[in-house]
């Protein structure tokens, strides 16, 4: 009979230690992104990076990474989705992409961090660059740009939200525990940690003065009932309560994007408090000024950016706005309702006559002008009926608001002509074509920067250091876009 024989199988030993030959630079293959990256920002000045660097040759003390690197590092990252400075030090360790730009270097994640919020005006430098760079490539044409808004969340919680009182009174504490610990001198714990626990206690300390000065200059905006009302994070004082796209709300900023419509590049870039888009336009126009030296010849931008005052700024800097003509009358529908009056007594209801410049009221009487409205793009003419017509009128329920004591007033608008003219231009097919590209083009690096660079929600506190995590995935969104439009089809011949 014959022997069963044993299968000889190679044994893993996972005791032993093991020396490998790399070749950095095989790496990657030639095609690979991360080269792509690298190769751009090679293109760009880094001057003023360099120019910030303390360690000099022959000089004392530990060389500084390299801005290009440390640039090529985070726009990588962020290429892959990878925000967080602790992630990317561990992917030096791993990734052959992170390995190649490192030369097998492991970047610490203090270094990582510090380098990406501490250089905002080097960095708004460089986007400055890259837009000449690609406008060179003929990437941007200025001839239309689409401009829309995105709110990212902000680093704090809707439960961080807080009200005067207890603002003042966490205030107090903060102060008293930053008195307390520079009394206190010696302790028994290391001085390393101790300084550590100091500084700790000053920052929040400085956070809750910085609340408090957010909670009285948003109390300013607003007053009585409503002022008190206010509430401010404790975390993040500058972030807001915003609409989610999704549904609900929570603690945002709001990042307006500008979109050159030829090939889909980021023009400008920008964080602001507001919950809003309405009035963001024009900043963001001059932005685009500012960046690339002139405005573009149209831009397009979704009914939140409209408004009769944007109309006729925007005719006053000649850049053809496409938007919906939302007809905003003096007196809305709701505002009506909310006063109590019935809808068959809504201004429709009563007969001008522009002969006599009078109103006629379903029950005949007369309403004569008694005042005048100035408002941007729009002037409005104020009608009212005798206090004592209404007074003795049946209808007077459904007519008037509630509580009031003159009698019905009704508005009439005019449209400044320029207001108007708009209007016209967007009744027509051209106009309207134009404006259903909008969503396509515009919206598409909103939805790029948060579902490829992950900015769904901010790593940092403060409108500033948002704005840089904005900008960071906006120079990594038009690398790519360079990339793949340029570098690899000339790599593919
Ligand atoms: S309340 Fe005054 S305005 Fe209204 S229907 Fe009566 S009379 Fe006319």
Not at 99 to 107: E, H, I, K, S
Not at 331 to 356: C, M, N, S, W
Request: hydrophobic content about 35%.
């Amino acid at each position: 009979m014959k022997e069963q024989s044993v299968a000889r199988v190679v044994v893993v030993n996972r005791q032993q230690m093991a020396m490998r030959v790399v070749s950095v630079e095989g790496l990657v293959e030639a095609g690979h992104p991360v080269r792509a990256i690298w190769e751009f920002v090679g293109r760009l000045d880094l001057s003023r990076f360099y120019e910030r660097i303390e360690a000099v040759e022959g000089g004392e003390g530990r060389p500084a990474w390299d801005p290009r690197m440390m640039i090529s590092l985070w726009a990588y990252a962020y290429s892959r989705g990878v925000s967080s400075a602790r992630e990317v030090s561990r992917l030096c360790e791993c990734d052959p992409g992170y390995q190649w730009l490192t030369g097998l270097q492991v970047v610490n994640h203090h270094s990582l961090s510090d380098f990406r919020v501490a250089h905002k005006g080097e960095l708004e430098g460089l986007f400055t660059q890259m837009l000449g760079v690609l406008s060179n490539e003929g990437l941007i044409t200025l001839e239309r740009v689409m401009h829309d808004g995105t709110k990212i969340k902000a680093c704090a919680s809707g439960k961080s939200f807080r009200r005067e009182g207890r603002l003042r009174a966490h205030l107090e504490k903060a102060r008293e525990q930053v008195r307390l610990m520079e009394e206190a001198g010696e302790e028994e714990v290391a001085p390393r940690l101790a300084e550590a626990r100091r500084r700790a206690a000053r920052e929040h300390q400085q956070r809750m003065e910085q609340a408090v000065r957010e909670l009285t200059r948003l109390q300013e905006a607003k007053n009585g009932e409503e002022g008190e009302k206010v509430r401010v994070s404790m975390t993040d004082p500058e972030a807001r309560i915003m609409k989610q796209a999704g549904g609900g709300f929570a603690p945002s900023y709001n990042a307006q994007i500008s979109t050159d419509a030829a090939h889909g590049a980021i023009v400008g870039v920008g964080l602001t408090k507001s919950g809003v888009d309405q009035g963001e336009l024009e900043p963001a126009l001059e932005r685009i000024e500012q960046e690339m030296g002139r405005l573009p010849e149209q831009v397009v931008v979704d009914g939140g950016y409209i408004g009769w005052e944007t109309v006729l700024a925007l005719d006053g800097m000649q850049v053809d706005l496409i938007g919906p003509a939302v007809e905003r009358g003096p007196q809305q529908e709701e505002q009506l309702v909310r006063k109590g009056i019935a809808k068959g007594f809504h201004a429709a209801a009563f007969t001008y006559d522009p002969q006599q410049d009078t109103f006629t009221c379903p029950e005949g009487k007369i309403l004569k002008r008694r005042g005048t409205e100035e408002a941007p793009g729009r002037t409005s003419y104020i009608y009212e009926a005798k206090a004592a017509d209404c007074l003795q009128c049946p209808m007077k329920g459904q007519c008037c608001s509630r509580n009031g004591k003159n009698g019905r007033s009704i508005r009439r608008a005019e449209l400044h002509p320029t207001v108007k003219d708009w209007i016209d231009k967007m009744g027509t097919e051209e106009a309207k074509a134009i404006y259903r590209n909008r969503a396509q083009i515009a919206e598409f690096p909103n939805a790029w920067i948060k579902a490829k660079c992950c900015l769904r929600q901010f790593r940092s506190r403060g409108i500033h250091k948002a704005g840089i995590e904005v900008m960071w995935a906006c120079f990594t969104y038009n690398v790519q876009l360079w990339a793949r439009l340029c570098w690899r089809p000339a790599m593919t011949g």
